[in-house]
């Protein structure tokens, strides 16, 4: 009866977590995408004037121009290329769930970030309930990790093997399928998707997994790429697991 209540238990946390996490995107997206679409609209007129008027700018005129552009792309706008990146935002669902992701994993990379009142209002209160929610998911996912780490222990035990070696086997165990899983596989995968150097794979996805989150690298950012639709997506769920498999190897 307590196995049953405790997977319960699990579903409704795993379940909660994501409802949070989804809700939040869609807010966020609703909060934030009115802005950003002006913000981009602004940005290509600024753009348009610029190359009308260059030839006769005065240093002024040119310094301020230096300025706005600066500021469009620290805000994620960059007027680069045609009139079709007003039509991407960096509000749409995938993106905004990632953001969701990254605030209550406290990563927070910067270069997504809410820039109206009530986006960044709703983040002060979306964090101080998501952070908490968020290390009890990663401590249950954990939990059911070392459940697995246990068996194989049992398992070892009743070969005959000695406990001070069975836990150095499992640790070891456990520290190189995650490396793999975790660190190796998935900077292949990022050289491949974001034609980055494998260095900067796997350096991406330390940044990441140990939350520092400088945001030099981040995913699915680079004007002119193609990425498949999910791919933010895909790399949030890994984000949630890596930083599970990290809060294992603590327990462990």
């Known amino acids: 009866k307590a196995m049953c209540s405790g997977k319960l238990q699990t579903g409704l946390l795993v379940a909660g977590y994501f409802i949070y996490l989804l809700v939040g995107a869609a807010v966020f997206q609703v909060l934030e995408r009115t802005a950003e679409k002006q913000e981009k609209m602004a940005a290509a007129q600024m753009k348009e004037t610029f190359l009308q008027n260059f030839s006769r700018l005065t240093v002024a005129e040119m310094e301020q121009f230096m300025k706005n552009l600066t500021e469009a792309i620290q805000n994620g706008v960059y007027p680069v290329g045609n009139e079709s990146q007003i039509e991407d ?8 769930f990632f953001f969701a992701g990254t605030v209550v994993s406290t990563i927070g990379y910067g270069t997504l970030h809410p820039k109206t009142a009530g986006g960044q209002i709703f983040c002060v209160f979306f964090a101080l309930f998501g952070i908490p929610l968020n290390i009890v998911f990663l401590h249950r996912v954990g939990k059911m990790l070392s459940l697995l780490c246990k068996k194989l222990g049992k398992f070892l035990y009743e070969k005959g093997m000695r406990k001070k070696k069975i836990k150095f086997l499992t640790l070891l165990f456990f520290l190189a399928t995650g490396i793999l899983v975790f660190l190796c ?5 990022f050289q491949i998707t974001e034609g980055w150097s494998y260095s900067e794979g796997i350096y991406f996805a330390f940044i990441t997994l140990s939350t520092i ?4 690298y981040v995913v699915g950012k680079q004007p002119g790429r193609n990425y498949f639709s999910y791919y933010r997506t895909l790399v949030a769920i890994w984000i949630l697991f890596g930083l599970a498999w990290i809060a294992l190897l603590f327990n462990l």
Not at 89 to 96: E, G, K, L, R
Not at 185 to 189: A, D, G, N, Q, Y
Request: aromatic fraction near 24%; glycine fraction near 12%; charge should be negative.
């Open 89 to 96: 935002s960096n509000w749409d669902f995938s993106n905004s």
């Open 185 to 189: 596989l998935p900077s292949l995968f």
């Open 213 to 216: 989150g400088f945001g030099d």
